[in-house]
Structure formats: C-alpha cells, structure tokens
C-alpha cells in the first residue's frame, strides 16, 4: 500500500517538531549547567550569558532566573535587576522548595540594603511555606544572622541557628552560631561550630581566621 504524498508531509512536520522540542529540552539544561561551572570557576559574565541562553529556550527555568538574581546582587550590585528576576519566579511558580529559596535571596538582598523590616518580611514569608529542607533551613539562619544577631537579639538568633541546624545542617547556620558563641566569649563552642562549619563547606580563610 502507498502512503500519500500529504500524510508523509504531516508525518515529516510532527518528527520535526517533536525533534526540535527534544533537543531544546536538553539544550536549555546545557545552558545553565554550563552556567553553573561558569560561576563556580569565578567566570560570572560568561554564566549569565548562559543563564540567559537557558532562560531564552525555556522562560520557566526557574533556577536560572535565581542565579542570574544571585549574579546581580552579589557581583554585579544591580539590586533591582535581581529582584526583577526573582519576582518572576514568584509570580510563576508554586513550587516549595523554589519559593523558600526565592524569599531568602530577596532576604538577603534587603538586608544588604539595610531594609531590615522588608528582610524579616521575605524570611518569615518563606518560613511560613510548607517545606522542609536546605532552603528552609538557610531562611532560619538567614533570620538569626542578618535581623537577630545583628540587633542584639542573641537569644532570637540562637533559637533560629538551632532550629536551622535541626532540620538541615548547613555551612552558614554554624557559621552564625560559631560568631554569637564567640561574642559572648563562649569560645569552647565557637570552636566547636567553625570546626563543624569547614567540614561541611564554605570559604575556609574565614573560617580558619575565625577558628
């Protein structure tokens, strides 16, 4: 049996669609894992652009849009773009663990600009979300380090770094508790934590300086 001329033109038409989605499904995760290595090596400029390249295949590829937030803030010091790209992840996804992560980096960059009633807002916001996990862990530590401890509310800030430490242990949470115990001359624990702190990850200078 022959098969017409139009339904080999249609067959020809659907492979080359489903050919086309297939390959820029793969090619946008390319790109931000190429992004990735690019910002681990210190190549900032070079990831965003294949944060952006990522981001041009699929506009929903969420963890680009933060890291490109984390490239504004952190090195590029453009705070507007990276809440512009943050607040897109909020107005477009319900995902939990995105979330938790999109109010500690929105968090973070108020309290760099000294906008701490706006930076507790964003902490508390994503604590409030149902999630567990490293995000919600760093949103604790994130609250105890940059609203308590640096309002003199050590006993607020513990509470939060415990409870952080509790349910995810990370880097920053005994980074923090390390610095209160240190302040409050508790320097057995201090060292304790900034011990525990190195053997998980982070920038070993300060914490050798600390230790």
Do not use: W
């Not at 981001?55 to 773009?81: C, G, Q, S, T, V």
């Not at 999109?102 to 994503?126: H, P, Q, R």
């Not at 149902?130 to 949103?139: P, Q, R, S, T």
């Amino acid at each position: 049996m022959k098969i017409k001329p139009t339904i080999i033109k249609y067959l020809i038409v659907f492979i080359s669609v489903v050919t086309s989605f297939t390959l820029n499904a793969q090619t946008d995760i390319e790109f931000y894992n190429q992004g990735e290595i690019l910002r681990y090596q210190g190549e900032y400029l070079k990831a965003e652009q294949a944060y952006l390249s990522a981001i041009e295949i699929n506009p929903n590829m969420f963890d680009a849009h933060i890291e490109l937030a984390i490239i504004e803030y952190d090195y590029k010091k453009n705070y507007d773009n990276a809440i512009n790209y943050l607040d897109y992840c909020l107005q477009n996804t319900k995902d939990a663990d995105l979330l938790m992560r999109v109010y500690f980096e929105k968090g973070i960059i108020y309290s760099v600009l000294n906008e701490d009633k706006k930076s507790l807002k964003m902490f508390n916001k994503g604590i409030s979300i149902n999630g567990v996990g490293e995000y919600k862990a760093l949103l604790y530590a994130g609250r105890g380090y940059e609203i308590h401890y640096f309002s003199d509310e050590l006993n607020n800030a513990l509470a939060d770094f415990e409870e952080s430490i509790k349910i995810h242990p990370t880097y920053e949470a005994f980074k923090a508790r390390g610095e209160l115990f240190y302040s409050i001359e508790n320097y057995e624990d201090a060292e304790k934590d900034f011990t525990k702190a190195l053997s998980l990850d982070g920038d070993e200078n300060i914490l050798f300086y600390y230790r």
